[in-house]
């Protein structure tokens, strides 16, 4: 497994390339890879996106310290 830091690194994006490709800001990109929890929406985004620029699918499962923000219940 690893982190999306690591994954993203791998693809050769930037935070904002990563970004646009999955639809949200790269701020979004930032702080997910940093561990703090993003929209399950935005994470699911993120994943796909990455998946698609290195070739393989991805589910948010496979993506080592990913944090989904669960909202209040």
Same mark, same amino acid.
């Given at each position: 497994? &690893?982190?999306?830091?690591?994954?993203?690194?791998?693809? #050769?994006?930037?935070?904002?390339?990563? $970004?646009?490709? +999955? @639809? *949200?800001?790269?701020?979004? *990109?930032? #702080? +997910?890879?940093?561990?703090?929890?993003?929209?399950?929406? @935005?994470?699911?985004?993120?994943?796909? &996106?990455? $998946?698609? &620029?290195? $070739?393989?699918?991805?589910?948010?499962?496979? *993506?080592?310290?990913?944090?989904?923000?669960? $909202?209040? #219940?």
């Amino acid at each position: 497994m &690893a982190t999306l830091k690591q994954l993203r690194l791998r693809a #050769r994006l930037s935070y904002e390339a990563l $970004g646009r490709l +999955a @639809k *949200v800001t790269g701020k979004t *990109v930032k #702080r +997910a890879e940093q561990g703090l929890p993003v929209q399950e929406v @935005k994470a699911v985004a993120i994943v796909e &996106a990455l $998946g698609e &620029a290195l $070739g393989q699918k991805l589910t948010v499962e496979d *993506v080592e310290n990913l944090h989904i923000y669960q $909202g209040p #219940r």
